[in-house]
Nanobody, 122 residues
Framework: QVQLVESGGGLVQPGGSLTLSCAAS????????IGWFRQAPGKEREAISS????????YYSDSVKGRFTISRDNAKNTAYLRMNSLEPEDTAVYYC???????????????WGQGTQVIVSS
């Protein structure tokens, strides 16, 4: 069955970096756009980045542009989110999702992972 598993979350100090991974199985990964999202306590889920199936197009929300980098390795069925210059406001549960259609920064993706917690605190 379709499965997306996020990993790489944890506790990091302000200004630090983390790389999240999204391992996919159960579908043809290289046909799907991948998105990264986050949800902080008491807030709505926010689309922060996405990457097209070939990796040729990437999108970033204003809140992470210039600090986060999305990438994918279709040979490994895995997508990544490199997060630099982390701020306490980046604290949230981070999710990846997959969709066969181009979605940009929409939250309407078909398949979702369970999420990984990122805490930015000193």
């Amino acid at each position: 069955q379709v499965q997306l598993v996020e990993s790489g979350g944890g506790l990091v100090q302000p200004g630090g970096s983390l790389t999240l991974s999204c391992a996919a199985s159960g579908f043809t990964f290289y046909y799907y756009d991948i998105g990264w999202f986050r949800q902080a306590p008491g807030k709505e889920r926010e689309a922060i980045s996405s990457i097209s199936s070939t990796g040729g197009s990437t999108y970033y929300s204003d809140s992470v542009k210039g600090r986060f980098t999305i990438s994918r390795d279709n040979a490994k069925n895995t997508a990544y989110l490199r997060m630099n210059s982390l701020e306490p406001e980046d604290t949230a549960v981070y999710y990846c999702a997959a969709d066969p259609l181009p979605k940009g920064l929409s939250t309407e993706f078909d398949y979702w992972g369970q999420g990984t917690q990122v805490i930015v605190s000193s």
